[in-house]
């Protein structure tokens, strides 16, 4: 009798060095009551803001005995090293890491390229696309460069904000902007500016957070949002929209208040839905997508359209979140939506491992 193979061992990363260490933690705290653990070998491990890597083994009994996912700052369990965390536990056991982490040091390449050294299927893009998709200003560039109409926008270092970079917004983008730090999520350091002044002060703000700042137009637009899954024959969604309480999507809105409103599926025409969805899925294959990512953009009704606004490579993931939320609405339910997560990730590792031998 042929020996049945073990269970599939999941290592759940959260928490995290970014500012969105908290949202990480809410998310990772759902996936752990949706994973089946009769099918699943789950093992987290929390990540402090330190970088201290911890394996709690109380975490799973904890949430299944109702209570919230322990804070890694006040976390107990053992220290273990990066690459021992996603070993094996027993002989021909498949490994998925499953990095349930936004921001820098989560989705921005980092871990992505410590598991790729690893030699570990995980879910999510690869390190080049998770770079890309982290800085709004290189993901606007490569969209682009594709042929995705977006919106207007300047890139600058944190070494050339001057008085000449205000002159520059006054004439080629105009009143009122939005300054956002390139590689942050969650709309951490975001802020909107009406004149010359204000703009200084949002510069700042956004350069605390990241060297890099992405000053765009304002548009007055709806916020269109399409969730995308699979590698080399991806799918899209149904279109949602984020319908903003504040003056814009910020850090509040979306975790603090709540009271964004999501609209699933969003009421726009058929023709603008399928475009939308087309165009995701160009922008998913244009900064080399796979496993799963949600695509932003904005809709000027009366204007141009659709405008790809960014790509979130690492989505929230509670089951009130947009992306599960839209793959719901499409028939794929959330305990579903984590099985097929896996199922991509071990099917891509499978797919590039002759590209990573030795010749």
């Not at 944190?158 to 983008?173: K, Q, Y």
């Not at 141009?304 to 790509?311: A, V």
Request: with cysteine; aromatic share 6%; charged share 20%.
């Amino acid at each position: 009798m042929t020996e049945a193979a073990p269970p599939v061992r999941i290592v759940l990363l959260y928490g995290g060095q970014s500012a969105e260490h908290d949202v990480s933690r809410v998310s990772a705290a759902h996936v752990l009551r949706a994973i089946d653990t009769t099918r699943y070998d789950v093992i987290p491990i929390a990540i402090t803001p330190d970088g201290r890597w911890l394996r709690s083994d109380t975490t799973i009994a904890a949430l299944a005995a109702g209570d919230s996912l322990p804070n890694v700052l006040d976390a107990s369990g053992s220290d273990v090293t990066p690459l021992a965390s996603v070993a094996p536990g027993q002989p021909h056991q498949d490994v998925v890491v499953l990095p349930i982490l936004h921001g820098p040091r989560g989705e921005d390449g980092t871990v992505q390229g410590l598991l790729e050294l690893a030699d570990v299927a995980y879910v999510g893009c690869g390190v080049l696309s998770s770079a890309l998709n982290m800085d709004k200003g290189a993901s606007k560039v490569v969209a682009q460069a594709a042929g995705i109409p977006v919106c207007r926008w300047i890139t600058v270092r944190d070494t050339e904000i001057d008085d000449g970079l205000i002159a520059r917004v006054n004439a080629e983008l105009g009143w009122p902007v939005f300054v956002k730090p390139s590689n942050m999520g969650s709309s951490v350091g975001i802020s909107r500016a009406d004149d010359a002044d204000a703009l200084r002060t949002s510069l700042a703000s956004a350069a605390a957070f990241d060297e890099y700042v992405v000053i765009e137009e304002a548009v007055t637009a709806r916020e269109l949002e399409v969730g995308v899954i699979g590698n080399a024959s991806p799918r899209a969604s149904v279109v949602g929209e984020i319908v903003p309480t504040h003056e814009f999507y910020d850090y509040d809105d979306k975790y603090v208040d709540g009271a964004a409103e999501m609209v699933i599926p969003a009421d726009v025409p058929v023709a603008v839905s399928e475009e939308m969805q087309a165009l995701a899925l160009r922008a998913y294959r244009a900064l080399r997508c796979d496993g799963l990512a949600r695509v932003d953009f904005f809709y000027e009704a009366h204007g141009r359209g659709l405008l790809f606004n960014e790509i979130n490579t690492l989505p929230g993931f509670t089951p009130y979140s947009m992306f599960p939320s839209l793959w719901a609405e499409s028939g794929l339910p959330y305990p579903e939506l984590i099985d097929e997560l896996v199922r991509l990730a071990l099917a891509r590792h499978r797919h590039r491992a002759p590209h990573r031998r030795a010749r």
